[in-house]
């Protein structure tokens, strides 16, 4: 099924692409969060499974589109694959995307930047992310004797001289900039959308599942830097919530997009409706 969530932030149209979903039970989660045991993750899940989705970000400036990571495509699980579908369900071919703004380099949010048949799927786009991301992860597929990280690294190579390095409060198109995000990956960053007096910030992996609202300290395995992942967490979690963003979580239940509330000492998440 396609899915896509539009919304306007004042004058900018975006959306939210449903890339799949997925369940995972509290077996996996242990595996995902070192040091945390069954038991503790049931008691945090109410339950014994956690229904995530891949949210991609869909924005429109002006004449200006821009495509917040890029999902599986056609190299993931079966249960993915679909933002380029709902894509299309909002009238947005593939060549329309003027840029590609990769949040960070794990593999659910870069494997769709080429196609079946070898070439970028998204022909007419140019490329941004940090310099940190970047250099995180070119350093870390040079040095891997892996197959896939060498094809990888071969791929960015390739596409180079399309890449712009954004940091910080910096302007990608009028009303969208980048925010960093740093330690879940170096140069993990996330898009702030505003326009008039709406505003959403796309958070990206800030968390990868509801019940880390009242669990920051809580790690995840692919965390880069895991402290630091944890200090971004907070600071972040209490900027939306005290400044009421409207906020997307790229891993939450789609579309991802809600506010962040705090809860006594712990923050809570209140879903769109």
Known sequence: MTHAYPLAIGEIQCAVLHEGSSTATSENLVNRYPGRSRHEIEAALGGSAFEGSLNLLYVKSGDFRILADVGFGSAGPPAMGGAMAALASIGVAPADIDLVYLTHFHGDHIAGLYGEDGKPAYPNASYACTRAEWDEWTARWAASNDESDQRQLERFQALRDKFTFFGDGDEIAPGVSAVNLEGHTLG???????????????????LHGDFQFAHT????????DGERATATR??????????GLLTLFYHLKFPGLGKVTIDGDAFA???IA
Request: with cysteine.
């Open 188 to 206: 993990h960053s996330g898009l702030l959308v505003e326009s008039g007096s709406e505003r959403l910030l796309h958070v990206v992996d800030l």
């Open 217 to 224: 300290d809580w790690q995840f395995v692919f965390d880069s």
């Open 234 to 243: 907070r600071q972040i979690l209490r900027r939306c919530a005290e400044e």
């Open 269 to 271: 998440w209140r879903p």
